[in-house]
C-alpha cells in the first residue's frame, strides 16, 4: 500500500525557492508581479513527524504515568499503568524530545456545530493514520493490515490487550457490533455506504479471533486500503464519525452501547420509554447522544483526550484517557498534556483577537490568512510563534459551472461550453488574486493538486488553460459566438440581445470568497462578461445548489487531493455537495433512477472511469485518478483559481512554551491537522 | 395720607421676541395700600396680568421688566424695590408668596394634577414659616377651612381635579394666603366660573381681606366685579394706565374715552329693556401694531386728528386722586412741547 | 379596575399567541430547514451526509411534515411548559438558553439605566435652557451616541482596548470565572465587565429619550402651574423639579415596554461583536441553523418580556398617574 | 422723544402686522425653524448630501469596481498644492509599492521625481448622468495617466478600489434606501395611524394589537427571516428595494401611533366633522383635510425617521443580511472596516463613519428644529 514515494517537503522548497522580493509600480502593468519568496519570511517550516517504534526489542520496559493517574492508582481506583496499556505497544518517538507531563492546552471553538475542532485531536482513534507527509500510512488502532491479492478480502490485525477508556478491552467484537448493530440498522443508517458496497455491492466484517477482523466483499475492492488510511466513512474513526449524529466508523464500545439499542433494552417500546425518561424524544435521537464522545463524558472511547465537559457549554473541557495506549521510548504513557479547554468564541474576530493575545496555547483552525500581518505584528506580545503550512489541494477558490442547469437555457448553453468556461479561466489573473487575498503566499494553477502527490497529472496541467491570457480569451468569446457587445461593452446574449448576466454564488466562509469573486467578476468585465456575485448566506446557498439553482458556484476543493476518498468537490456524485451539476449526481448516486443523466461524454467518461477505480490496484488507481484530472483541466468545468496555500488552518500560532511541535503541518482533510502530528506527544518545557 | 404699602413707578416691561417688540407694560404707576382693594381694569391683552406678573417678578422670558420702580414696604419698614431685586434672589422669593400672594385665573391648570391640592398648600407653608410637615399639614387643614371647603380633613388628600371650579378657586386662595401675606393679587379670580360661584368667591376675598386687612389688587376685565369691590380703580389700554381714581369717580365721572367705553359696555338694571348692549368700536390692536401717539386714537369717538395721533398724551391730574392720560383734558400746550 | 387589568391581561395573552405565530412563520421564512445547515455545517468540516441519512434526520426531527403541523406540536408543548430540544445544541432549549436569557436581561437592564442616567439630566437641562449653548452641545453628544452604528463602536473598542489597555477580549467573564459556578466573585467579575458593552448599547437609546424628555418638559414649562409654584416663591429649580419634570417623566413609564425590545435588538449585535454569552449570538446562530425549537423559544420569550414589560408599564402609569386612577373608579 | 420711537416703530410693526395676519401654519413654522440656527445649518447639509447622492457618479475619481492588487491598502494621499516654483498645482506623487515578506504588510513610498497634477472635468469611466445623459465627464481627475493609477484622496480597500469613489456612490444608495423606506412607512403609519385615530373602537384596538406585536418582535430575526426569504435570481436593485420595504415594514409603527394620538385630538375638530357631514370618504378627510392640518409633525417626524433607516440598512449589511456587495452602500463601506485587519491595517476606511453620522446629526437636529417649531405654542 502506498500513495507515491515522492517527499512532499522537498519540491515544496525548490518551488518556495525561486522566489524573488515582490517590487512594483502603481502604474506599472500588474504582470511586474512577481511571486513573493515565501522563503524570505521564516516562517515556513521543514516537514517532519514523529517516528513509531515497531521493533519490539527497543520498547520500554518500565511505564511511567501522569501524577495525578498515579494518585488514583495508589488509592486503588485504576489499576497499574503496566496492566492499563496494550501488549502490543504503539511507541512513539516524539518530534524532538522526551517530554514532561502536565499542563492545559487552551483553544477557541465556535460552538456545538465545531466538533471537528476537537475530533481532530484524537485522530489516533482510527485503524491507520498517514504520517506527516499525508503520503503513507502508519499503524494506530491496528498494529498491521493486509489486503488480499485478489483485493476482496482486507485484514486488519488490533492490538491485543488495547482498553476503551472505561478499561474494558477493545477487540473485533466491537467492529462486529457496529457492522450488525448500527450500520445494518435501517433506523440509523437508511443505506448502505460506499465504502462497504464496491459496484453497489454489500461488504461484511467478519471477526476472526479477538484481535483480528476481516472485511470481506464480493469484488475486488483495492481502493479499501486508501479508504481505511483515509478520513473516511469507513476509515474515520470513532470521535469524529460517531459525533454530531454521525453513524459510521467501523467500530463501536459494544459493551456501552448496547444497553441503549431496542435490540437489548427489550424492543422499541421500552427503548423510548427509556429515552423519554432520559428527556429524549426517541431512542435514537437518545442514542445519537450517547455515542456522541462530545456530547456524552461516559461514552468510552480510545483518543488521548475525552470529554468532562460536553461541547454543549461555554467552555468544552476534555481530560486525559487514563488508558490511552500510546507510551514514548522513556515509557511515559501518553498525552502529555493534562487537559484540552476550548473556550466558545462568538465570532471569528473575537477567536483570532484572543489567538494574538496569547489567550491559546496552540490554534490553527479559524485563523484568518488575511490577518497574517497583525498576527506577526503581536507575536512577542502574545508570547506565540506563526507558522505558515502549506495545503496539499490545488485551489482554495474553486468556480464550479453548473453543467446541469436548466431554468434558463441560453445560460444553461454557455456553462455547459468547454471554449466559454476556459476564455473565463484564461480571463482570471490569479496574481492579483494571490497578491490579494492570500498575501502572494498561495500558488496559482489549475484545480490539480500539488506536484508532491501522486494523483497529480503531470507537467503543465496546473497551468493548462489557467495562466492569464486576457487576449486569447477575448478571441476565444468572439469566436464562439459572443461577438456582440452593448454600450458599456458587455458581451450580449444571443437569444434576446440583452446583457448575458452569470451569477456567481459566493459565501462567506473560510476564505471571503464574495470579495475574491468580485475581483473575478472585474476581471471577467474586462473580457465583455457580466458576473453578479451573490453573497449568499451558507445554508441558503447550499440549499439553492441542491435545488440546482446556481450558474457558478464558489467554494474550495480541499480533500480532491485524494481523489477517490474525497470526490465531491471535483466529481458530482454525491447530491448534497455537487456544485458542477446537482442533477447529474443525483443520477450518479441514485444509479440512474433520479437526476438527470449528462449529455456531456466527458462527464460519463469521469464517471466510468471513477468506477473502475474502486476495483483496480494501485498504480493503475494512480493513471485513472491522473486520467479523471485531465479531462477535469481541460473540460475546465471548474475553474481553479490560487491553491496549495495556508489558508485554512495553515495560519499556526504555537505557545513558545510548547515542545515537540513540528515546525511544518501537513494540511489535507486526511492528515487530521492539527491531529495527524500526534498532540499526544507535545508538551511543556516550563 | 398713609404711606402705600406697594407703589409702581412707571413700571415698564416689554417682551422682545424675534419677531418685534411688545410694549406690555409701558409705563404703569399706581400706589397701593393696606386695607384697600386697587381694581386693574382693561379688555383682555392690555398688559394687566404681566403688570401684576412684574411685582412677582415672574414674567415669562421673553419678557422683562426694564424700568420703573416697584417701592414695596416690608413689615419692618424696610422699602425695596422689585423692579432692582435680582428674580433669583433670596429676598424676591421671600416676597413671592411670603408678602405678596397671587391667584391665578385659571385654577384648574394652575395646580399641579399630580400632587395633592394638601402638598403644594403645606410646601407653600413650609416655604415661609419654620413649621414641621405635621405643623403645616394642620395649618393646611385650617386655611382650607377658612376658605370655606368643607371637609378639609379629607379635601386636603385630593388632587385638584377631583374639586369643582369653586372649590378649586378656593384652593388657590388658601394657596396665596398660605404664607399670611400682606398683599394679594387676584388675577381675574372669577372669569372661569359661573354667576353664582364668582359672588362667593367674591365674598370670601372680601371677607378675608377685612379679617386680615389685606392690601388686594384685583385684576378684572369685569367693570361689574370692580364696581362690587374696589376701593380705587387703574384702567389699562395697551400698557398705560389711562385713567385712575377713586372707584366712585370713575363710575360716575368718566373722563377718558376708554373708560366711558367701558363703562357703557356693562349691562345696567337702569338701562332700557332690550335696548342693545353697547361695544367698544373696533378691536384691540395688534401688540407688534401699537399706532403712534394716543394708543387709543384708532378707537376713539372723540379723536382729534392731528393731535392723538402725533404724540403720547400727558397725565393730567384731576384732583388728588383722579388722573387721566388724554388731550382732551388739561393744556393742550403739551403738544407743543 | 380589577376589569381594567383583567382586559389588559387578556390582551396580553392574544399578544403572545399571535407573536408565537410570527414567530414561527419568520422563522420557516428562509428555504431549507435544519437538516440543511447540519449538512452545510458538516461538509464545511469536511465530513459528509449522505442523502438518505439527511432524510432520515428530517423523519427524526418531524421536518417532513407540513408547517401548520409542526407549529402545532411546537405551540402544544410550550403550552405545557415544554420547549422542547435544540437540534443543534442537543439539550433542552430551556437549558441551552439558561444564563444567557439573564445575561440578557442583565445587560439590558443596565443599559436602560444608564440611557436613563444619561438622558433625563441632559433632556431636562437643554428644555429648561432651550436654544442655549449647553443645550447644542448636549443634544450634539447625544446624537453622536445614535448616530455611530453600535456595533462599530464594539469592535473599535474591543480593538484598541486589546492593543492599548490590554484589555482582555469580549467575553463578561474573565477566564478564570468561566467555569466557576456562581459567587460573589463571579458577580463581582461580571460587575467589571458590564459596563463597557451597556454603555455601548446605552448610547443608541440616549439621544431618542433626550429628544422625548426635551419635548415633554418644553410643553410642561409652559403651563400655568409652574408660575403658580414660582408666584409661591419657589426655587427655580424645585419649581421645575417637583412640578412639571415630574408631569414630564409620565410618558417615559409607558416607554420601559418598548425599550425593551430595542434594546434586546441592540445587544444581538454588540453580543456577536463582543462575544458575550447573551441570547443574542444564540439567537443568530439558531435563525442561521434553523434550529427553530431554539430560535422560536428565544424570540417568543423576548416577546412575552416585551408584552409583560408593556402590561407593567400600563400598572406603572396607572398607579403614577391620579388621573387615570381616578378614570379607574369611574 | 416717545414720539419719534413710535414713528420709527411704525414701518416694522405694521409689516410684522401683515405677517402674522396672513401666517400659515407651515411659515409659522418656519419662523420658529429660523429661531433654531442648527436645525437651518442641518437642513443645507442634508441638501448638500443629496447634492452628492444626485451627482455621484461626477464626483467619483475612479470606477468603484476597479481593482488591482498592485493598489491594496494604500493610504490616503498628501496633496501638495504648489510646486517649487512656487505656483498654485495641485499634484501627488505616484506610489512605489513593495509587500515586506517580514511583516506581510504592503509600504507604499511616494516618489517625488513623479508628480501627477490634478486636473478638473477630466474623462473617466463612463456613467449616465441623472440616467439620461450618458458622460464621461468627472469633477476630479489628473492631467496624464488614468486617475486609477494615482490618485487616492482617501486610500483604497482591500481590492485596491478608490475609497472616495465608492463612498460617492454608497452615499447615493444609503440616502435613497432611506427615502423609499420612510416614504413606505410614512404612508402606511398616516394611513393605518388615522383609521386607528378616526374609527377608533374595534379597529382601533386591532390596529393597536398588530402594532404591539410588531414590536414585540425583536426587529433583527424579523429581518433576518425576511431578508433570508429573498429569491436567489433578484437583482441588486430588487434585493435593495426588497430591503426597503422589510425596514419600512417595522418603520412605520412608531409614526402610527403619533399619527394616532394626533387624529384622536382633531377627531373633534369642526372641520373634519363638516367635511364628514359633507359625506367626504375616510381616505379623502385623512389625506385631503386632516394630514395637512398636521404636515409640520410629520415632516419632523420624516427627518427624524431617515437616520433610522440609515441606520437599520448599515446593521443589516452588517449582519450580511441587508445590502451585499457588489452593491455599493455605507453599510457595504463599514462592512469593510469591520476586520481587524482593517483596524489595525487600513483604519482610514472607517472615514464612512464619517458621513454617516454627520448625516444622522443633520437629520436629528432638523428634525429636532422642526419639530420645536411644529409645537402649537409659539
Redesign the interface.
Known amino acids: 500500500m502506498n500513495l507515491g514515494t515522492v517527499t512532499l517537503g522537498r519540491s515544496m522548497l525548490a518551488r518556495l525557492l525561486l522566489g524573488t522580493a515582490l517590487v512594483f509600480g502603481i502604474a506599472s502593468a500588474p504582470e511586474t508581479l512577481a511571486q513573493s519568496s515565501l522563503s524570505q519570511s521564516g516562517l515556513v517550516g521543514q516537514p517532519e513527524g514523529i517516528t513509531i517504534i515497531t521493533d519490539p526489542a527497543q520498547w520500554p520496559k518500565t511505564f511511567n504515568e501522569a501524577p495525578q493517574l498515579a494518585e488514583l492508582v495508589k488509592q486503588g481506583k485504576l489499576p497499574p499503568v503496566k496492566d492499563r496499556l496494550p501488549e502490543d505497544l504503539m511507541v512513539i518517538k516524539p518530534v524532538r524530545e522526551i517530554g514532561k507531563y502536565g499542563g492545559t492546552w487552551r483553544r477557541g471553538f465556535t460552538g456545538p456545530g465545531d466538533d471537528e475542532n476537537g475530533n481532530r485531536l484524537n485522530a489516533s482513534d482510527r485503524p491507520l493514520l498517514v504520517d506527516h507527509t499525508g503520503a503513507k500510512p502508519n499503524p494506530s488502532l491496528a498494529k498491521a493490515w493486509k489486503m488480499s491479492d485478489d483485493g476482496k478480502t482486507f485484514t486488519l490485525f488490533l492490538r491485543k490487550g488495547l482498553k476503551w477508556s472505561d478499561g474494558a478491552p477493545m477487540t473485533a467484537n466491537d467492529f462486529v457490533f457496529w457492522f450488525e448493530d448500527i450500520y445494518s440498522n435501517k433506523d440509523i443508517l437508511p443505506q448502505g455506504i460506499p465504502d462497504m458496497t464496491p459496484q453497489g455491492k454489500p461488504g461484511r466484517i467478519v471477526k476472526v479471533d479477538d484481535y483480528t477482523v476481516n472485511f470481506v466483499f464480493d469484488v475486488p475492492f483495492y481502493l479499501f486500503e486508501d479508504l481505511m488510511a483515509g478520513d473516511t466513512l469507513i476509515g474515520g474513526g470513532q470521535a469524529v464519525r460517531q459525533s454530531n449524529k454521525r453513524s459510521h466508523g467501523a467500530y463501536a464500545p459494544a459493551h456501552y452501547l448496547k444497553q441503549f439499542l431496542p435490540k437489548y433494552a427489550g424492543g422499541v417500546e421500552a427503548a423510548n420509554a427509556a429515552a423519554k425518561a432520559e428527556g429524549f424524544d426517541t431512542w435514537l435521537t437518545r442514542f445519537h447522544a450517547k455515542k456522541d464522545w462530545t456530547l456524552n463524558p461516559a461514552l468510552p472511547v480510545l483518543g488521548p483526550w475525552r470529554t468532562v465537559q460536553p461541547i454543549n457549554n461555554a467552555i468544552w473541557v476534555m481530560e486525559r484517557n487514563p488508558f490511552y495506549w500510546v507510551v514514548d521510548p522513556a515509557g511515559n504513557q501518553l498525552p502529555y498534556l493534562d487537559r484540552v479547554t476550548m473556550t466558545l468564541a462568538e465570532n471569528l474576530e473575537v477567536l483570532n483577537l484572543r489567538a494574538m493575545a496569547g489567550e491559546y496555547d496552540l490554534q490553527e483552525r479559524h485563523i484568518d490568512i488575511g490577518k497574517l500581518p497583525v498576527i506577526l505584528e503581536n507575536q512577542t506580545r502574545g508570547k506565540y510563534k506563526v507558522h505558515l503550512d502549506l495545503a496539499l489541494n490545488g485551489t482554495d477558490a474553486i468556480y464550479h459551472f453548473n453543467q446541469s442547469f436548466e431554468a434558463d437555457p441560453e445560460i444553461a448553453k454557455w456553462l455547459r461550453n468547454a471554449d466559454f468556461r476556459r476564455a473565463l479561466s484564461l480571463a482570471v489573473d490569479r496574481k492579483q488574486l494571490n497578491e490579494t487575498f492570500w498575501l502572494g503566499v498561495a500558488t496559482p494553477g489549475s484545480t490539480a493538486p500539488g506536484e508532491a502527490l501522486p494523483y497529480f497529472p503531470g507537467p503543465g496541467w496546473r497551468e493548462k488553460w489557467s495562466t492569464f491570457d486576457q487576449k486569447k480569451a477575448n478571441e476565444m468569446l468572439d469566436a464562439i459566438g459572443l461577438a456582440k457587445k452593448d454600450a458599456q461593452g458587455f458581451r450580449v446574449r444571443t437569444d434576446n440581445g440583452q446583457r448575458l448576466r452569470l451569477q456567481v454564488q459566493a459565501v462567506q466562509a473560510f476564505l471571503p470568497w464574495p470579495k475574491i469573486s468580485e475581483m473575478v467578476a472585474d476581471q471577467w468585465a474586462k473580457v465583455g462578461i457580466q458576473a453578479d456575485v451573490r453573497d449568499t448566506e451558507r445554508n441558503l446557498a447550499f440549499t439553492r445548489t441542491q435545488n440546482n439553482e446556481h450558474h457558478i458556484m464558489v467554494w474550495n476543493n480541499g480533500g480532491t487531493e485524494l481523489l477517490y476518498l474525497f470526490p465531491r468537490h471535483a466529481i458530482p456524485v454525491d447530491p448534497t455537495e455537487a456544485f458542477m451539476g446537482p442533477e447529474h449526481a443525483k443520477w450518479f448516486n441514485s444509479g440512474g433512477t433520479q437526476g438527470k443523466k449528462p449529455d456531456d461524454p466527458n462527464i460519463m467518461k469521469i464517471f466510468e472511469l471513477y468506477q473502475s477505480a474502486a476495483g483496480q490496484k494501485s498504480d493503475d488507481r494512480v493513471k485513472t485518478a491522473q486520467e479523471i484530472w485531465k479531462i477535469l483541466i481541460d473540460q475546465q468545468y471548474a475553474i481553479g483559481t490560487v491553491g496549495q496555500s495556508p489558508a485554512l488552518m495553515g495560519v499556526r500560532l504555537v505557545s513558545e512554551r510548547l515542545g515537540n511541535v513540528p515546525s511544518r503541518n501537513c494540511i489535507a482533510q486526511h492528515c487530521r491537522t492539527p491531529g495527524g502530528a500526534h498532540p499526544e506527544t507535545w508538551y511543556y518545557k516550563n | 395720607m398713609v404711606e402705600p404699602i406697594l407703589s409702581v413707578r412707571d413700571l415698564v416691561t416689554y417682551f422682545r421676541?424675534?419677531?418685534?417688540?411688545v410694549r406690555a407694560v409701558d409705563g404703569a404707576s399706581f400706589d397701593l395700600h393696606a386695607g384697600r382693594t386697587l381694581g386693574i381694569v382693561g379688555e383682555s391683552g392690555c398688559g394687566k396680568s404681566v403688570t401684576a406678573?412684574s411685582i412677582?417678578r415672574?414674567v415669562?422670558r421673553p419678557g422683562r421688566v426694564e424700568g420703573g420702580e416697584i417701592l414695596l414696604r416690608r413689615a419692618d419698614g424696610r422699602v425695596v424695590d422689585l423692579a432692582k431685586l435680582d428674580d433669583?434672589s433670596q429676598e424676591m422669593?421671600?416676597?413671592?408668596?411670603?408678602a405678596i400672594?397671587?391667584i391665578?385665573q385659571?385654577p384648574m391648570?394652575?395646580?399641579?394634577?399630580?400632587?395633592t391640592v394638601g402638598n403644594q398648600i403645606i410646601?407653600?407653608i413650609r416655604?415661609?414659616r419654620k413649621l414641621t410637615a405635621k405643623e403645616a399639614r394642620e395649618r393646611a387643614i385650617e386655611l382650607l377651612q377658612l376658605v370655606g371647603i368643607p371637609q378639609p380633613q379629607q379635601r386636603v388628600d385630593s388632587?385638584s381635579?377631583?374639586l369643582s371650579g369653586g372649590l378649586r378657586q378656593r384652593v388657590?386662595i388658601a394657596?396665596?394666603l398660605?404664607?399670611e401675606p400682606g398683599i394679594l393679587i387676584a388675577d381675574e379670580p372669577t372669569t372661569a366660573l359661573d354667576v353664582t360661584t364668582q359672588a362667593q368667591i367674591l365674598e370670601l376675598i372680601r371677607r378675608l381681606q377685612a379679617e386680615r386687612h389685606l392690601a388686594v389688587i384685583l385684576i378684572t376685565h369685569d367693570m361689574g366685579v370692580i364696581a362690587e369691590m374696589a376701593d380705587s380703580v387703574a384702567v389699562m389700554y395697551l400698557g398705560k394706565i389711562v385713567e385712575s381714581g377713586p372707584v366712585d369717580a370713575i363710575f360716575h365721572a368718566p373722563r377718558h374715552p376708554y373708560t366711558q367705553a367701558l363703562l357703557r359696555s356693562i349691562p345696567s338694571v337702569l338701562a332700557a329693556p332690550r335696548s342693545r348692549l353697547a361695544t367698544i368700536a373696533g378691536s384691540i390692536p395688534?401688540p407688534?401694531?401699537?399706532?403712534?401717539?394716543c394708543p387709543y386714537y384708532p378707537r376713539c369717538h372723540s379723536f382729534m386728528a392731528g393731535v392723538c395721533d402725533?404724540?403720547?398724551p400727558p397725565v393730567n391730574r384731576i384732583d388728588a386722586a383722579h388722573e387721566v392720560r388724554c388731550f382732551l383734558y388739561g393744556a393742550a400746550t403739551e403738544t407743543a412741547a | 379596575m380589577i376589569a381594567y387589568i383583567v382586559r389588559r391581561l387578556i390582551l396580553a395573552l392574544l399578544t403572545i399567541w399571535a407573536i408565537s405565530v410570527v414567530t414561527f412563520v419568520i422563522i420557516q421564512l428562509p428555504p431549507g430547514d435544519f437538516v440543511d445547515a447540519y449538512i452545510v455545517q458538516l461538509s464545511a468540516s469536511g465530513s459528509v451526509v449522505r442523502f438518505e441519512e439527511a432524510q432520515a434526520l428530517r423523519q427524526l426531527y418531524g421536518l417532513d411534515q407540513p408547517v401548520w403541523v409542526q407549529y402545532g406540536k411546537w405551540i402544544i408543548r410550550v403550552v405545557q411548559g415544554d420547549f422542547g430540544a435544540s437540534m443543534e445544541w442537543n439539550r433542552p432549549v430551556t437549558e441551552v438558553i439558561g444564563d444567557r436569557l439573564w445575561m440578557t436581561i442583565v445587560i439590558s437592564f443596565a443599559a436602560i439605566i444608564i440611557t436613563w442616567g444619561i438622558a433625563l439630566p441632559i433632556g431636562i437641562y437643554s428644555a429648561v435652557r432651550q436654544y442655549s449653548f449647553a443645550d447644542y452641545i448636549f443634544t450634539f453628544v447625544g446624537f453622536v451616541g445614535i448616530a455611530v452604528p453600535n456595533f462599530l463602536l464594539a469592535l473599535i473598542i474591543m480593538y484598541f482596548g486589546f492593543k492599548l489597555f490590554d484589555l482582555n477580549i469580549g467575553g463578561l467573564f474573565s477566564s478564570d470565572y468561566q467555569l466557576a459556578p456562581w459567587s460573589w466573585g463571579k458577580v463581582w467579575d461580571l460587575m467589571k465587565h458590564l459596563p463597557l458593552p451597556a454603555v455601548i448599547l446605552a448610547l443608541a437609546g440616549t439621544a431618542q429619550l433626550i429628544r422625548i424628555m426635551r419635548a415633554n418638559l418644553l410643553d410642561e414649562l409652559r403651563?400655568?402651574?409652574v408660575?403658580?409654584?414660582?408666584?409661591?416663591?419657589?426655587?427655580?429649580w424645585r419649581a421645575v423639579m417637583?412640578?412639571p419634570v415630574?408631569?414630564a417623566l409620565?410618558p417615559f413609564a409607558s416607554t420601559i415596554g418598548y425599550l425593551l425590545p430595542f434594546v434586546v435588538s441592540g445587544s444581538i449585535v454588540i453580543s456577536l461583536v463582543l462575544s458575550l454569552p447573551t441570547v443574542g449570538p444564540l439567537l443568530l446562530r439558531a435563525l442561521l441553523a434553523q434550529d427553530m425549537f431554539l430560535a422560536g423559544t428565544i424570540v417568543l420569550l423576548l416577546g412575552i418580556l416585551t408584552v409583560i414589560g408593556t402590561f407593567i408599564s400600563d400598572l406603572i402609569l396607572m398607579w403614577?398617574?391620579?388621573?387615570i386612577r381616578?378614570g379607574m373608579h369611574e | 422723544m416717545?414720539?419719534a420711537v413710535?414713528?420709527q416703530?411704525?414701518p416694522?410693526?405694521?409689516a410684522?402686522?401683515e405677517?402674522?395676519a396672513i401666517a400659515s401654519q407651515l411659515q409659522l413654522t418656519w419662523?420658529r425653524l429660523?429661531?433654531h440656527r442648527l436645525a437651518v445649518a442641518s437642513g443645507v447639509l442634508v441638501i448638500l448630501f443629496y447634492l452628492v447622492a444626485v451627482f455621484a457618479d461626477f464626483l467619483a475619481i475612479t470606477s468603484p469596481h476597479a481593482t488591482n492588487s498592485a493598489r491594496s491598502y494604500i493610504p490616503p494621499q498628501t496633496i501638495h498644492w504648489f510646486d517649487e516654483d512656487g505656483s498654485f498645482k495641485p499634484h501627488v506623487y505616484a506610489l512605489k509599492g513593495r509587500r515586506d515578506m517580514r511583516t506581510f504588510k504592503l509600504v507604499y513610498a511616494p516618489d517625488p521625481s513623479d508628480k501627477r497634477y490634478l486636473a478638473w472635468f477630466v474623462e473617466g469611466y463612463g456613467y449616465e448622468l441623472f440616467g439620461l445623459i450618458a458622460t464621461k465627464r468627472h469633477l476630479l481627475g489628473i492631467d496624464r495617466g488614468v486617475p486609477e493609477d494615482a490618485l487616492f484622496l482617501l486610500g483604497t480597500d482591500q481590492l485596491g478600489r478608490d475609497v472616495w469613489s465608492r463612498l460617492m456612490l454608497a452615499t447615493r444608495t444609503s440616502l435613497t434606501i432611506g427615502l423609499v423606506g420612510v416614504a413606505l412607512s410614512l404612508f402606511l403609519g398616516v394611513l393605518l395611524g388615522g383609521i386607528s385615530g378616526l374609527y377608533g373602537g374595534a379597529i382601533d384596538t386591532v390596529i393597536q394589537r398588530i402594532i404591539e406585536v410588531l414590536r414585540s418582535i425583536p426587529t433583527i430575526p424579523l429581518w433576518m427571516g425576511l431578508a433570508a426569504a429573498l429569491p436567489n435570481d433578484w437583482s441588486v436593485i430588487q434585493v435593495y428595494m426588497a430591503i426597503t420595504v422589510i425596514i419600512s415594514l417595522i418603520g412605520w409603527t412608531e409614526l402610527a401611533r403619533v399619527v394616532r394620538g394626533r387624529f384622536l385630538a382633531l377627531r373633534e375638530e369642526d372641520f373634519v366633522t363638516a367635511a364628514e357631514l359633507a359625506g367626504a370618504s375616510r381616505l379623502r378627510i385623512i389625506f385631503r383635510h386632516m394630514v395637512p392640518s398636521f404636515m409640520s409633525h410629520i415632516i419632523a417626524a420624516i427627518s427624524l425617521a431617515l437616520p433610522a433607516m440609515i441606520i437599520s440598512e448599515t446593521t443589516l449589511s452588517f449582519l450580511g443580511l441587508g445590502l451585499r456587495p457588489p452593491a455599493i452602500s455605507w453599510g457595504v463601506l463599514l462592512q469593510d472596516a469591520q476586520d481587524i485587519q482593517a483596524l489595525a491595517l487600513a483604519p482610514w476606511l472607517l472615514v464612512v463613519a464619517v458621513p454617516v453620522i454627520v448625516v444622522i446629526l443633520a437629520f436629528n437636529f432638523l428634525g429636532d428644529g422642526l419639530r420645536d417649531a411644529a409645537d402649537p405654542y409659539?
Open positions: 421676541p424675534e419677531e418685534g417688540v406678573r412677582l415672574i415669562e433669583k422669593r421671600n416676597i413671592r408668596g411670603g400672594g397671587y391665578f385659571e391648570s394652575s395646580l399641579s394634577a399630580f400632587h410646601e407653600a416655604l415661609h388632587y381635579f377631583e388657590m394657596l396665596a398660605a404664607a395688534h407688534y401694531a401699537r399706532p403712534p401717539g402725533k404724540s403720547t | 403651563r400655568p402651574y408660575t403658580t409654584a414660582r408666584a409661591r416663591g419657589l426655587v427655580e417637583k412640578y415630574r408631569a409620565n403614577i398617574d391620579p388621573r381616578a | 416717545s414720539g413710535a414713528d416703530a411704525v416694522l410693526v405694521t410684522a402686522e405677517k402674522i419662523w429660523r429661531r409659539g
